[in-house]
């Protein structure tokens, strides 16, 4: 079944139907969001602009996008859509209207090589003032401080996107730190069962777990009408696939599948450098590919953290030191220092084009692609800046920047089951919406350039949510 289709949408006024999310009203909101907000009137109109709604349809220019307490009430050309009077009109030429960025792998912490610290103040803003408005945290460290979080945010009391929880990485004997460590069938549906119980909607297995553990975990998941995701290894994309899995994250970084000899439960220690070895247009891979798209498994692209291993990559933005704590700096460049010294005997650049090829494959062979940056690794991909970036990397990899951005918005609502309010600028949706000063279609570096994010149809200052993270990323 082929999910990637384009959605065609009409120019002309679409009545808002009622819908399942709520949003949130301005008057809800507490000081320490309300510092953010630029606009929230009733009625709004943004006139002028072009709008990439998010279904793979062409650019739009010359578009007005009317919002109506809270919800995107029209979308066409100026002399299709009737603005009222009582209308607060945004004249925005040379400004580009995107749906708000679902991010899908999208943690409240962050690590370097040396330190893993929860973000509660700085994650949700810098989403946020990225122009993330949704986030599904795929792992957490500290899942009590995300379910807090979730609920502030929901709350109006802390600024930052919607959020869906996923509780503790769930793995084998032989991890440990911030995870829970399960060895049986039973004590998997145990700690599925108690997080769904605080409030988990999304579970996530991690590189060690048993095939017993995990099906098992998948069923009480499933029971309790909730999903489940993995960062995957010892079961393979294949086996994992045959358990009944939802999504699967890292692409093809992540899979064993095609590893020779591996035994039952084994994840490969020379994992990466199997998969350096892999024919993307091999039996196997397409195999692997034919089962994904055949069950519906949707696939999780974080292209913008492994990048972080290609020696000379990514390019060092300047905000990147104005936003990081001094010492995360630096911690972050010591680490980017050795890849560089080690560039000749890297491998990266080869599994890095490999898993690039991978994703186009598998979103061409009909499969449901989404993206997300990991703020993990060695510290150079943050909250919403390496979101931004899997917009170009996306695009490298051989999509068009319209695909691109179908992916980092309508396709990770679907996965999360929201593409009926969330993921396209059309009418009746809830308005999460992204305004970028240019263009992010013919100068894709553009998408940072984020002027205002909407989110229920409330403005917020996307400069002042970045700079209230100036110099404390990393640290807070």
Known sequence: ??????????AALVFVLPLGLEGQRAQELGDAVREYVTTDAPVIALQG??????????????????IRDGRIAAVGPADEVDVPADAELHELDGHTVIPGLIGMHNHTFYTTAGRSVQLNYSAPRLYLGSGVTT?????????????????????GQTPGPRMHITGPYITGP???GHMHVVDSAEQARRVVGYWADEGATWFKAYTRISNEALGAAIQEAHSRGLKFTGHLCSVSYRE???LGIDNLEHGMFTNSDWSPGRGPDECPSNLRADLAQVDIESEEVQATIRDMVENEVGMTSTL?????????????????EEILAPEAFREYMATRQRIEENADESIMPEVFRKAQEFELAFVRAGGLLAAG?????????LPGFGDQRNHELLIEAGFTPVESIQILTLNGARILGNEDELGS??????????????????????IRNVVTVFKDGIGYDAEALVQATRGIMGVR
């Open 135 to 155: 986030i599904r945290t795929t792992g957490a460290a500290s899942p009590y401080s995300e379910i807090n979080m979730m609920r502030e945010i929901d709350a």
């Open 425 to 446: 600028v059309e009418a009746g949706k809830l308005a999460d919406l992204v305004v970028i000063a240019g263009d992010p279609v013919d100068r894709p570096e553009e």
């Open 174 to 176: 032989g991890a440990g």
């Open 1 to 10: 079944m082929t999910r990637f289709t384009p959605l065609i949408l009409a």
């Open 373 to 381: 940056v990991d703020p993990t690794g060695n510290g150079g991909a």
């Open 304 to 320: 913008a953290v492994y990048e972080l291993s290609f020696p000379g990559r990514p390019p060092l933005e300047p905000r990147f």
């Open 49 to 66: 602009v072009t709008v990439v709604d998010g279904t793979g349809a062409d650019p739009a220019p010359g578009q007005t996008v009317l």
């Open 240 to 242: 994992a696939v045959a």
